[in-house]
């Protein structure tokens, strides 16, 4: 039996990674910290609420006491740090909260982790999740990020989790803290905020709302579905080397403009609820990730097919508008308050 502490796990990709492995490792003892921000909702993780090895803990990744108490006390052996803020938009709009959050934030659980697990590091594991942002912007013909890829944050939350990574590396190779960084391409999927691309065009498109595109909408991404980014920090965490970095990637490059057209086309909607608007400052142009070294090192490769992947999280929100509309409105900080309040 393991201990983990996840950080975030209320969020999109923490609450994926939180049923994923109470799943997979039911023998294991679950930790949560979350600090119920605005993308934090516990109904996220209401399917796991009354397993016994989990425990929801409401609280902030920059109070050290609580975050070394909860490491000496519950002998934590995995930690896997997904609290961030992570909206490149509200960090154009207001960088502080990001680097309260994604820098302090990262360094007060590097502290404590130092100070808990200072006797026993060869045992430890420091799980820190990142994204390809941290590399920059690719013209259209520029070879795949790799894990040399020279840091070139454009945006202040890229810039923020450039500064979070470089301390994780600075904690591993300073301190011996055993630290494994991950960098992440584009997320899809259930329970993924309504702010974000994907979930954004679909609770518009339901409502006959218009879409707004950045630009001409020719930005790339690559895309991977939540689950095999799961399964692929499963990966990283049983197999990967302390020290190393690892990106993560779906191989599935696409235009932000196809992407919206696909929404369309399987909601049955017109192409002219797509609405070009001024394009956001920075914008890069294109991520893409080359996955060569954790395949051949650690044995992982996506397995979702990207046209399914999206049907199956179209079907999801349209089979949960209510979880939508609590998000929007803000009644899932009520749903908290109701059901665990003086519980944890």
């Known amino acids: 039996m393991r201990n983990l502490l996840i950080t975030g796990g209320a969020g999109f990709i923490g609450s994926n990674f939180v049923r994923y492995w109470i799943e997979n490792y039911p023998d294991d003892k679950v930790i949560v910290l979350d600090a119920l921000t605005y993308a934090g909702n516990l109904e996220n993780l209401e399917s796991v609420a009354s397993y016994a090895n989990y425990r929801f803990i409401k609280g902030d990744i920059r109070d050290f006491e609580l975050v070394t108490r909860l490491l000496g006390e519950n002998d934590v052996d995995i930690l896997i740090h997904f609290a961030a803020e992570t909206h490149v938009d509200r960090s154009i709009l207001g960088p502080q909260v990001f680097i309260d959050t994604n820098v ?5 659980l590097l502290e404590s982790v130092r100070k808990c697990w200072e006797k026993d590091f060869e045992k430890k594991r420091f799980i820190h999740i990142s994204t390809d942002e941290v590399y920059g912007s690719l013209d259209f013909n520029d070879p795949a990020f790799t ?13 923020s989790k450039t500064a979070s990574d470089h301390f994780a590396r600075a904690y591993y190779h300073t301190y011996c803290v055993p630290t494994i960084t991950t960098h992440c391409s584009n997320n899809y999927g259930p329970y993924q905020f309504p702010e974000k691309l994907i979930p954004l065009m679909i609770f518009k498109a339901l409502r006959d709302e218009k879409l707004p595109v950045y630009g001409d909408g020719k930005n790339v991404r690559d895309w991977i579905h939540v689950i095999d980014h799961c399964k692929a920090i499963d ?28 929404i369309l086309d399987k909601l049955g909607k017109s192409k002219d609820l797509i609405q070009f608007v001024k394009d956001r400052p920075g914008h890069d142009k294109r991520y893409a990730i080359d996955i060569t070294k954790i395949k051949r090192q650690l044995g992982w490769t996506p397995e979702y097919d990207f046209e399914k992947g999206l049907e199956d999280t179209i079907k999801w929100y349209l089979e949960n508008d209510k979880w939508v509309k609590n998000c929007i409105s803000g009644d899932y900080l009520k749903y908290y308050e109701r059901n665990y309040a003086g519980r944890v």
């Open 147 to 159: 894990e040399d890829t020279q840091y070139k944050p454009n945006s202040p939350y890229s810039a």
């Open 235 to 262: 990966t990283v965490i049983n197999k990967g080397k302390i020290g190393e970095v690892y990106n993560i990637g779906g191989n599935t490059e696409k235009q932000n403009i196809e992407i919206v057209e696909l």
């Open 104 to 108: 302090q934030g990262t360094f007060i």
